[in-house]
């Protein structure tokens, strides 16, 4: 008996110093063909693009010694459709363009990614929005020819908002006071697979000096209506209202704009957007906000088989070159935020 424990006791002591002894730490794992996606479908846009890039890994190597480097971000061939469906039937295919969208106004941040060219496939083609009696459904289908990988995804068109106030499709405009209880309401249709809504207003104004009046600058300053509100549900035509308070308007021109006794300014128009976004974008985006708790690891979203990234849908509806109201330059002497800005 003693003898038995005594071999096995050698035995485990052997084995331990065998693992001792090896040094090497193997944290690459085998190389794999990943492609990461980014794409969101618009119907209101004439051309809508999708960019897929490399995943890298090098296992004596740093990450950053590959960053700069073309071959390792973009793949050298592949052959990218987008497959349309009509309540679940087959339509349509169409064949998306490779291009340098640095060529065609779509530039890339400069960093320490490689930046000389901004790859992306472009879909010349009609993406329709799901109406209420047709729901509109996009495949994405990628493939290396060479090597045979293949990832997909799907996304539902977001359909159309139909907006009431305080513009629509006949006109309107935008009133606001410089009283703290005025709101300005926002109320819409919600569109079939919308899950949230942004609503911004672009806010053009003209700067000049006053000893040279000729001497124009036009600026463009945003104010976030609504954030990201989400909707009654995925099956859309369902009323939605907010009250936003007049006082962002004037808080948004003071938190851009700097006391100038030299500078004169004055309103020109605005434009106002509603963004819809399908449920698979809102989660990819509220997955990827910034962590406020202690805990930072957050978890991964996509929406890609076989590969990584989002491939969604989206709806954007553009008013644009509207005119303000009279009273809201009375408003803008009035306002403590902003009587000083020389409007």
Not at 37 to 46: D, K, M, R, S
Not at 163 to 173: A, F, L, M
Not at 328 to 336: D, F, I, P, R
Request: net charge negative; hydrophobic share 35%.
């Amino acid at each position: 008996m003693q003898k038995t424990i005594w071999t096995m006791l050698v035995i485990a002591s052997l084995s331990l110093f065998t693992v001792g002894c090896d040094n090497e730490l193997d944290v690459a794992a085998d190389w794999k063909e990943v492609a990461i996606v980014y794409g969101a479908l618009n119907p209101n846009q004439t051309k809508n693009y999708v960019r897929i890039q490399r995943a890298f890994l090098d296992e004596k190597q740093g990450a950053f010694s590959f960053v700069n480097n073309q071959d390792s971000l973009y793949f050298d061939t592949l052959n990218v459709s987008v497959d349309e469906f009509a309540n679940g039937a087959y339509t349509r295919t169409y064949n998306l363009t490779k291009i340098n969208g640095n060529d065609a106004g779509i530039v890339k941040d400069t960093g320490v990614f490689y930046s000389d060219e901004n790859i992306l496939y472009q879909l010349d083609g009609e993406i329709k929005a799901s109406m209420f009696a047709t729901d509109y459904e996009y495949r994405l289908n990628i493939k290396n020819p060479i090597t045979g990988y293949e990832c997909t995804a799907t996304t539902s068109s977001v359909g159309q908002a139909e907006v009431y106030s305080p513009i629509n499709e006949t006109g309107g405009t935008i009133y606001i006071t410089a009283s703290d209880e005025h709101f300005v309401i926002v109320k819409f249709q919600e569109g079939k697979f919308a899950k949230a809504y942004r609503v911004d207003m672009d806010i053009r104004l003209e700067e000049f000096k006053l000893d040279n009046p000729s001497e124009v600058v036009t600026k463009t300053i945003k104010w976030p209506l609504v954030g990201l509100g989400n909707t009654k549900g995925l099956s859309g035509f369902k009323n939605a209202e907010y009250q936003i308070s007049s006082s962002g308007f004037f808080s948004a021109l003071s938190q851009n704009l700097e006391v100038d006794p030299t500078v004169g300014r004055r309103l020109v128009n605005f434009d106002f957007t509603f963004y819809g976004i399908s449920d698979d974008f809102n989660t990819f985006l509220s997955v990827s906000e910034p962590s406020i708790s202690i805990v930072q690891k957050k978890p991964e979203f996509t929406n890609i088989e076989n590969g990584l990234g989002i491939f969604a849908s989206r709806n954007i509806r553009q008013y644009k070159d509207r005119n303000f109201n009279s009273v809201v330059v009375s408003a803008l002497k009035q306002s403590e935020l902003t009587k000083d800005l020389g409007f």
